[in-house]
């Protein structure tokens, strides 16, 4: 399509790293094993955030993983060409990461007891820190405004498609056993006690040192300086020179960019499409 996107049952993709061929065979042919840990996000929530998390936990608490291997290598994107063909011949347990809405997510994730994490955030932040992301990427086109890309994220043109959609597919599994939600909000206002959540539902253990690195090592000022966390390592192919995912690393950032007339618009649209959830689900709203 002349918007520069590979559309895919519906679901906007960029182009590069992304095929149809893949897409589908990862939808059909790829296995879910029941000590695999899937991350699952709409992207721009805190995903590399909680990835570096499970990395820290996996290690428990050792640096030297997160600083010798790239965060895309440690739990890659199943969804993309080369996560699948990386994923496809790891031995387990694995740590996995998708983007995918629930509908092209592989079938076997199904009947299988993947632990999976769900990460929710304020749609505000997440478009404001899209935009900013967006606007640095080599590869796709780049907003003009803040107000385009509004626009773009509201109708869900913007790579994975509509974060209302996105969300209600994934918060249909809460409730399952094997299926945590958790939001960037209680993340970022108290990540001890959100760690020691995460750590109860894997059935790891970490001893109070380990859990004192972990924070240290995920903490955003020590993953900025990551050169393996902070996607630095894409600047100059696929990134601006200095672009970086660890941006600002707050909650509630929008307050600083939307007009009031943006912000009216989002509440509403928000209460429309998302009014029939539980809204505990939200914490910010
Ligand atoms: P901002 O752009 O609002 O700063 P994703 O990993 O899904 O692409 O999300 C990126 C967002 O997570 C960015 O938000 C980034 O700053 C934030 N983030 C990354 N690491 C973080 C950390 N250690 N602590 C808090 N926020 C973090």
């Not at 679901?11 to 065979?25: C, Q």
């Not at 290598?73 to 995918?100: A, D, Q």
């Not at 597919?169 to 006690?193: A, F, H």
Request: with cysteine.
């Amino acid at each position: 399509m002349s918007d520069g996107y590979l559309w895919y049952e519906g679901i906007p993709f960029v182009t590069t790293g992304f095929t149809a061929e893949v897409l589908r065979e990862v939808r059909e042919s790829f296995v879910f094993k029941d000590e695999d840990v899937l991350t699952v996000t709409y992207l721009k929530s805190g995903t590399n955030w909680l990835i570096e998390i499970l990395c820290l936990i996996h290690s428990k608490g050792d640096p030297r993983w997160i600083q010798s291997v790239p965060i895309w290598e440690r739990s890659p994107w199943v969804e993309t060409e080369y996560g699948y063909n990386m994923l496809k011949n790891r031995e387990g347990p694995r740590l996995i990461s998708s983007h995918l809405p629930t509908q092209l997510i592989p079938k076997s994730l199904f009947s299988s007891k993947t632990k999976v994490l769900y990460l929710v955030r304020n749609p505000r932040d997440t478009l404001l820190s899209g935009y900013f992301f967006w606007r640095s990427s080599k590869f796709i086109k780049n907003p003009e405004s803040l107000e385009q890309y509004f626009e773009w994220f509201i109708q869900g043109n913007v790579p994975y498609g509509s974060w209302f959609d996105h969300t209600h597919g994934w918060m249909s599994m809460k409730g399952k056993e094997n299926v945590l939600i958790l939001s960037y909000e209680e993340l970022k206002q108290d990540t001890r006690s959100t760690v020691e959540k995460i750590c109860q539902f894997l059935g790891k253990k970490l001893e109070p040192e380990e859990l004192n690195s972990l924070l240290k090592n995920s903490s955003f000022q020590v993953m900025r300086e990551n050169k393996m966390s902070n996607y630095s390592l894409l600047q100059g192919e696929y990134l601006d020179k200095n672009a970086l995912i660890t941006r600002k690393g707050i909650s509630g950032d929008w307050k600083n960019y939307f007009t009031v007339a943006q912000a009216e618009t989002f509440d509403k649209i928000f209460q429309e499409k998302m009014g029939d959830l539980p809204q505990e689900l939200f914490p910010w709203e």
